[in-house]
């Protein structure tokens, strides 16, 4: 596997949408032809190499290629975007959109993550080790098609409306969410290992949900079923079931209607 | 003004008969003359090797107006990755199913379409309809007012009041600067408010004790009593239902007996549109089946009655139209968002996303109804290619379609890659039409056919000398052989295309955003004081505007083109 050093050497004085950082795109690039792969600055289209200074080349494929992202991204959005393969690490912490309509490979991120990371996100593993935004593997505004598959953590909080409208694939924070997970959700799982305040699984469909710690207000749509004993994130644990939300369309299965499953840990 | 000569193309022009001979195309003022009538100073473009034709003529999509935008403002996601920065003389634009006003404006004209109409205006909203227009670059355009729900039609044809249903026409064409009389689910979309709809044409609409059958043939009636340029234009009950044929049917029968009256060359007194969502047998969608032959062979026998397609083109698409209650039906179908609006004493809109998959054996059924009209079809010059845009799929689709309706080949392909291609092909026509269409019928179907069903013949549609100069040259050899999508390839983006004189295209790329105009009627009638008071009370004790408020004054339409009908008697 090919490594690309990019290091932050002239900050954008606006925001840099840079969906070109992407093991796609460097793979089969030599440092030059990456510093010419272009991005936006505001409206002006401009190239990666005018901020970032660049070392090492791309692999033959996104497979064998990995960016490591080094310096202040803060204003930098997309990193990641669309990625199917290969690897990625942010060493710092960048804005929005990061491993948006992620389809494989691994994104990892030391810092935190701002909103609508992962959105639409279809496969890989996405690994966040300080917090994230608002958004998190939710649908694109209007769309909904949210997170279809692949694997998201973080390890600290996550902001409000994460999950929104997904479909698959997993979400795991082991902090405190903010309001609104996994609004019309219609599979999928998203474990919280903290608390959620509120609005849990509001017009919710299908799919899963955990909390280990406590919901301030219960969504009224849910009605307690029984507990039950469920492995999450390897280790087995005790939780009361609840089915929901029952003010919304449920489809049947094998003569069952599906509800959505809300999990609290007992 | 600039002198042109289009030199040495194949040129398909059906109001003169030509069938790709070669000959040159003369422009001067805005208008083709004679080669004789310009002088040598005349720019030549060498159009050698490359088919020639008038410019397109859309004859229903749904391009302006507040159903449109409220499609783009819930649906930001099928924006998405479609933007296009500005270039020198083109503004942004994007979009996919409901582009912004100038990439629909760019998009017709980079496919060689010169004028558009949009299909259905409600009246109250006719002013964003027509700010929508005049920011759409390049393309005429004029829309049509829906009347087949409106309070004062429904009153006045209850009690046969023929003339003032005329004035009232006139009024509302004139207030809402409209071009024809739009006719939407006639009666069932008043119906939807009380939760209800018209699924057949002897359907009571609630409170007015009025059938659908009345109101069609009375329009009919007032429509060829005032010698409007286009007929009655009609989306019919019982859209996309299974089974819908015989409603189909029964609709078209409305037209017998009518002759077309008018000045301008029309000859039918029925425009049916997006004929392919009402063309459906079987009666659930268990046993959905193709019934285009049933409605062609009334069609092709019945010379008073023109249709357009409608055919699905197998994209993720949105849905939307005035017939409130089929848009409800869609959703409770699909479960994806549903916008709804009902427009007080006139009509109504609904919206949903509508993905038409190739995997999904009704989406497949629909598909081969579209274009198995267009060939069934006996006479080109009476049946047009839609997508009824963006309900059956974007009119970005049009090349494709052409493709699959010019190439057996094509459509082979096409049926083969379908998930269930078996019971498609056995609920279906398709697999057993080998016929195809030569670019002379594609002329007529797309050029000469409609703008002769709108009363535009004398301008629009073809290349001889007095029309407009609205011309397009196709990078495509018809002596050469070609693969079908070398078909859909030249007529996504025309060689050059020239809009009343001005090049507005050249090779694919916008260079010009030319001169647009809007068409609208004004049809003049005797006074009519009863029905000038009926408005004037209507709006005092109904609309939630007064009439002040109402009309679309000039200023909305800085460029008019009307076209004047003396009715008075």
Redesign the interface.
Known sequence: METVTITMKNQPKLYLEADNISPDKFAGKKASEIAALHAYEG?E?TTLGKYFEIAGEGGATAADTRIVVKGDVSRVKYIGMKMSAGEVLVEQSPDMYTGAWMQGGKLIVKGSVDSFAGIGMKGGEFLVEGNAGDYLGA??????RGMQGGLIRVKGNAGSDIGYFMNGGTIIVHGNSDVHVGTHMEGGRIIVKGNAPSKVGGQMVGGEIFVYGTIDVMMPGFKYVQDEEVEVDGEKALFALYHGDTGE?HPKRKGQIVYGKLYLKI | MAEYIIKNGFVFDPTQGIKGDKADIAVKDGKIVKSTEVSSKAKTIDASGKTVMAGAVEIHAHIAGPKVNEGRN?????K?FTYR?KSASSRMAGGFSIPTTFKTGYEYARMGYTTAMEAAMPPLYARHVHEEIKDTPIIDEGAYPVFGNNWFVLEYLKNKEIENTCAYISWLLEASKGYAVKVVNPGGTEAWGWGLNCLTIDDPVPYFDITPREIVTGLIEANEALGLPHSVHIHQNSLGNPGNYTVTLDTLKLAEGFKAKNKFGREQVLHSTHLQFHSYGGDSWANFESKSKEVMDYVNKQKNITVDTGCVTLDETTTMTADGPFEHHLTELN???WANVDVELETAAGIVPYIYSPDIKVCEIQWAIGLELALMAKDPMRCFITTDHPNAGPFTRYPRIIKWLMSAEARKKQIESFKHSAKMVEATHIAGIDRELSLYEIAQMTRAGPAKSLGLSHQYGGLAPGMDADIVVYDFNPEKPHKPEDIEKAFSAAAYVMKTGVPVVINGEIVSNGNKRTLWVKAKVNENPQVMRDIRDKFLRYYSVTQANYDVSSHFVPNPHVIEVDATH
Do not use: I, S, T, V
Request: glycine share 6%; no cysteine; charged share 40%.
């Open positions: 409206r289209q649908a694109y505004r209007g769309d909904w369309r | 819930y649906r930001p996601e099928d998405l920065p479960h994806l968002k």
